[in-house]
């Protein structure tokens, strides 16, 4: 899916919570958003955190994506791992099966995919690994968008024939080649700064740390629920966009407006 018109997905990485572990603005942000990636307990959340995610967005009308992630609950599922291209597969195909089965007891559509962390990293610098997540998400269900950084990767799963949506952020710095920058201290972030890097990314640019611009062309941006102050940044983003002229839906509305 490439966007040529002025519609524009929000998606947030949520569900984070474990137990009685508290983490992320998920409801705050619900009546923000237009998609949400919901862990599927392998980097964070749990059942009872998946239902409550279901729940929040068939509450909310929000797009339902699986947020499948490593086996890695103590280091939040940024910490390098070694996975065949059919061990991620299968790794991605075991937690959207976990979760899509809260979404059908709940009668709440799932909608996409959204590989997490190293995981999410991995299929950026493996094409091998993309191209086996990527046909595992399509033979699961071929009306699942998965969602992936914006540039070489998405556009080599979208010539492929897959339902792509490329991925832009909001509250991530990016290399000079157009690559995001993981925040390990997950800092909060001025709410105008983070307006800013979406303006530009709605106007078809993004600028690195160190000044670089380079182009890119989204289809959804994303927002984390787990930064402090993820509210603000939610409403600041959602006025910049508006005040632009985009209309912010859902990724699974985009077709209908021939997107």
């Known amino acids: 899916m490439a966007q040529s018109t002025r519609i524009i997905d929000l998606n947030a990485d949520g569900g984070e919570s474990f137990g009685r572990w508290e983490l992320g603005a998920d409801?705050?942000?619900?009546?923000?958003?237009?998609s949400i990636n919901v862990a599927c307990g392998w980097h964070?959340?749990?059942?009872?955190?998946?239902?409550?995610?279901?729940?929040?967005a068939g509450e909310h009308s929000i797009g339902l994506g699986a947020h499948p992630g490593l086996p890695?609950?103590?280091?939040f599922g940024r910490r390098a791992m070694a996975l065949s291209p059919d061990?991620?597969?299968?790794?991605?195909?075991?937690?959207?099966?976990a979760l899509r089965a809260f979404a059908d007891h709940q009668g709440v559509p799932l909608r996409h995919v959204k590989p997490h962390g190293s995981l999410y990293g991995m299929l950026m610098k493996d094409d091998a690994i993309a191209d086996a997540v990527a046909d595992a998400v399509a033979?699961?269900?071929?009306?699942?968008?998965?969602?992936?950084?914006?540039?070489?990767?998405?556009?080599?799963?979208?010539e492929r024939g897959h339902k792509v949506a490329a991925e832009a952020f909001a509250d991530?710095?990016?290399t000079d080649d157009g690559?995001?920058?993981?925040?390990?201290?997950?800092?909060?972030?001025?709410p105008q700064w983070c307006a800013d890097q979406v303006a530009g990314i709605l106007e078809g640019t993004?600028?690195?740390?160190?000044?670089?611009?380079?182009?890119?062309?989204?289809?959804?941006?994303?927002?984390?629920?787990?930064?402090?102050?993820?509210?603000?940044?939610a409403h600041a983003v959602v006025e910049r966009m508006t005040s632009m002229g985009w209309t912010i839906r859902p990724l699974h509305e985009h077709d209908q407006e021939g997107s």
């Open 206 to 233: 993004v600028r690195s740390a160190s000044g670089v611009e380079t182009a890119i062309t989204a289809d959804t941006v994303c927002l984390h629920s787990d930064r402090p102050g993820a509210e603000e940044n």
């Open 172 to 174: 991530l710095e990016y």
């Open 179 to 190: 690559h995001i920058i993981i925040d390990p201290k997950n800092q909060r972030r001025d």
């Open 72 to 75: 890695d609950l103590m280091g």
């Open 27 to 34: 409801t705050e942000l619900a009546p923000l958003i237009t």
């Open 139 to 158: 033979t699961l269900d071929p009306d699942l968008f998965i969602l992936l950084e914006a540039g070489p990767c998405a556009e080599r799963q979208r």
């Open 87 to 97: 061990e991620a597969a299968q790794a991605v195909l075991y937690q959207t099966g």
């Open 44 to 56: 964070a959340g749990d059942p009872g955190n998946m239902t409550r995610s279901v729940a929040l």
